[in-house]
């Protein structure tokens, strides 16, 4: 076997794991850290708060007397309360006896009610906080699409392109692009500018009105591509523009969805350009489930890859209020389309090919990692989401199994028995480990 030959695959590997270890150690920190401080808050100790498990690497404690450590795996972490038998938590009844009461107050199941909850919710909502504030600063950072519709930067393409920096575009094809204000239209035109190759375009330059010809202003080129797709495993980069698809020269970024769509999932050979270069590439789409704006979904192949008009728009920076209002709607579009899919894997309308595992998610990080920090970023904040939801199903030994606990305690005016939390704690991990297995094998099996 060639050693050198591998050395490509092990950084990749490495670049992987780093990649996730640091995404999932951030989203722990914040989760667990939410805890923390709000059962700081509540008068709740917290005596341990580790990143990682296992053999503690480096500790220190602060004045509040709790310890905090970094542990050898960094795959989780945990907040361990004063009167806690374990990192799990459930109460050490030798230590919980041995308090007195004022003592007893200062323990996760001594304290209220209340302060209970708070703690316990606390750590899905930092997770929820986390979203919201790296989606708001995203969008004050990368702006809103000026109105009117302006050229900001030009993309190279394989074409003559006449635009220049700064054209203010009046009409392409006869259609006049749309108010980015205008909530009713969905892209830069009302209507679809006319499919041909070559267009007539009415520019505003320097405050005078200006026509000329240029290319169809959606063509085929790649502007991202999506991790773990089918463009991702066949070497596709954004910026590549694709010449010809299974022979036939196309122009316009439609042709090849229509292409994709109608290959039923066969082969196709592709003629790139990039750089000046061109290239033959051939790649197999792959099914996918596609939610719909009604809530259905819908199956289609596809390879991974979006586009957009062939510059990027100028852009002017939103307030601090539109900004927010963007994050809150972000974050809520994770969370209901979350549960749709889970609800359509459920009742088998989709695929159960849709649920990722760890594998699944590590490849996926390091994927948007190599894209730039940004995208790495927003992956980070939609995976705090996805952590923060899934840490609110009423399912012993999550949170939100936990905030269950609450309620009936809250309504029954009793803590359940401990046979019955013992029982219910062992169907949670049960399940739990379910999860994780059968996430895992899709990872492995599905295509």
């Not at 490495?14 to 951030?26: G, H, K, Q």
């Not at 041909?196 to 169809?216: K, W």
């Not at 994709?260 to 270069?277: D, F, M, T, Y």
């Not at 709607?329 to 009742?347: D, E, F, N, R, V």
Request: net charge negative; proline share 7%.
């Amino acid at each position: 076997m060639d050693m050198v030959s591998l050395i490509p695959q092990f950084g990749g590997f490495l670049w992987t794991v780093l990649a996730f270890v640091v995404a999932l150690s951030v989203i722990v920190a914040v989760h667990e850290y939410g805890h923390y401080i709000v059962g700081r808050w509540s008068g709740i100790h917290a005596e341990v708060f580790s990143l990682g498990f296992g053999p503690v690497l480096f500790s220190r404690t602060d004045k509040h007397g709790t310890v905090w450590q970094f542990a050898l795996l960094p795959f989780g972490g945990f907040v361990k309360f004063k009167g806690d038998a374990n990192a799990s938590g459930g109460a050490d009844e030798t230590v919980m006896d041995a308090l007195s009461e004022s003592e007893a107050r200062r323990t996760m199941n001594g304290a209220p009610l209340w302060a209970r909850a708070l703690t316990v919710a606390a750590g899905p909502v930092f997770n929820f906080i986390l979203s919201f504030f790296v989606f708001a600063g995203i969008f004050m950072l990368q702006g809103q699409t000026s109105d009117p519709l302006t050229v900001g930067e030009l993309r190279a393409l394989p074409v003559e392109q006449p635009l220049e920096e700064g054209d203010v575009i009046l009409s392409i094809g006869g259609i006049e692009p749309t108010s980015v204000n205008n909530p009713d239209v969905r892209g830069y035109f009302p209507t679809p500018v006319p499919l041909e190759p070559r267009l007539d375009y009415v520019v505003l330059r320097d405050g005078e009105e200006q026509s000329f010809t240029g290319p169809y202003p959606f063509p085929p080129l790649i502007t991202n591509v999506v991790p773990r797709s089918a463009a991702s495993d066949a070497g596709l980069e954004p910026g590549d523009a694709i010449l010809a698809i299974d022979g036939q020269d196309i122009f316009a970024f439609s042709q090849l969805r229509d292409a994709v769509e109608g290959s039923e999932g066969a082969a196709l050979p592709l003629e790139i350009w990039r750089g000046g270069e061109t290239l033959d590439l051939s790649l197999q789409p792959k099914r996918t489930d596609e939610p719909q704006p009604d809530g259905s979904y819908r199956t289609v192949y596809r390879i991974g890859v979006t586009g957009g008009i062939y510059f990027d728009p100028a852009t002017e920076f939103p307030g601090v209020l539109a900004s927010m209002t963007g994050a809150v709607s972000q974050t809520w579009a994770i969370i209901t389309g979350s549960l749709s899919a889970m609800g359509h894997i459920i009742t088998g309308a989709i695929s159960t090919c849709n649920l990722s595992g760890p594998i699944g998610i590590a490849e996926t990080s390091a994927d948007m990692a190599s894209q730039g920090t940004q995208s790495f970023i927003w992956f980070i904040a939609v995976l705090s989401t996805a952590v923060g939801l899934l840490n609110l199903f009423p399912v012993p030994v999550l949170d939100g199994g936990h905030l269950c606990f609450f309620a009936y305690e809250a309504v029954a005016g009793r803590k359940p028995s401990d046979r019955a939390l013992k029982f219910l704690m062992t169907v949670g991990l049960t399940l739990v480990l379910g999860l994780m297995i059968f996430s895992l094998s899709n990872d492995i099996f599905c295509p």
